[in-house]
């Protein structure tokens, strides 16, 4: 199994605070990606990174900001939380552009 | 831009039936395609991924796939289904333009009976 490790697993917060997530790989993959997971909509890509500080917008990137300071973390912000905000969090890595992705274990948050 | 459908939402078969699982893509160049699938609490994991070549693809656990340029489709089978191929499976369009951003699917979930 590729080193992927997401933290928090689970977290529970309310509307208006700063959520945090963290992905942590041990594999030196080059890019990372953040995806979130709702009933109905698949996986929808919000931020990806393509280095160490390079960094660009998925397709549902409003309310989130992301940071690549070391090639083996990529931590995905909600500056303030709210309901909407509610889902899976998956972080994905990939060696190559357009390669096989390989996920973590996912970060189910719950915004009230 | 690219895009994935897949028209079945839920779909049940009986356990050692035959398994067909719909995918169409909208992607303007030959794409990069992937199933994936995922248990219930569980991250993601690859059966298959089709690149260049041969269209008919052999993944894990007796999966194959067929890339059809004509009808913009990789579908995905297997001959036998397994009580434990109960899960969700998505399938993504990748390209290894523009940092290989995937596309996926809403997913099907697939139901085994006994």
């Known amino acids: 199994d590729a080193g992927i490790t997401q933290s928090p697993r689970h977290k529970v917060t309310e509307t208006g605070t700063p959520v945090t997530l963290r992905c942590h790989q041990t594999?030196?993959?080059?890019?990372m990606y953040w995806y979130r997971q709702d009933p109905g909509h698949g996986l929808r890509l919000i931020h990806y990174s393509y280095g160490v500080k390079d960094t660009d917008k998925g397709e549902v990137s409003d309310g989130y900001s992301v940071s690549r300071s070391k090639t083996e973390d990529f931590l995905l912000t909600l500056e303030s939380a709210t309901s909407s905000q509610t889902s899976v969090y998956f972080c994905?890595?990939?060696?190559?552009?357009?390669?096989?992705?390989?996920f973590g274990e996912g970060s189910r948050l719950t915004v009230l | 831009a690219q895009s994935v459908t897949q028209p079945d939402i839920h779909i049940t078969v009986s356990e050692g039936a035959s398994l067909e699982l719909r995918c169409n893509y909208s992607y303007g160049a030959t794409p990069y395609l992937f199933w994936y699938v995922q248990s219930p609490g569980q991250g993601l994991q690859l059966l298959l991924k089709?690149?260049?070549?041969?269209?008919l693809v052999q993944g894990i656990k007796g999966f194959e796939a067929e890339f059809k340029r004509s009808q913009s489709s990789f579908n995905l089978r297997k001959p036998s289904v397994h009580w434990s191929d109960a899960a969700e499976y998505f399938c993504a369009v990748g390209s290894p333009l523009n940092a290989g951003k995937s596309t996926f699917g809403d997913g099907t979930t697939l139901t085994v009976k006994p």
């Open positions: 994905a890595i990939s060696e190559s552009p357009g390669g096989e992705l390989f």
């Open positions: 089709y690149f260049s070549g041969d269209t």
């Open positions: 594999e030196n993959h080059r890019y």
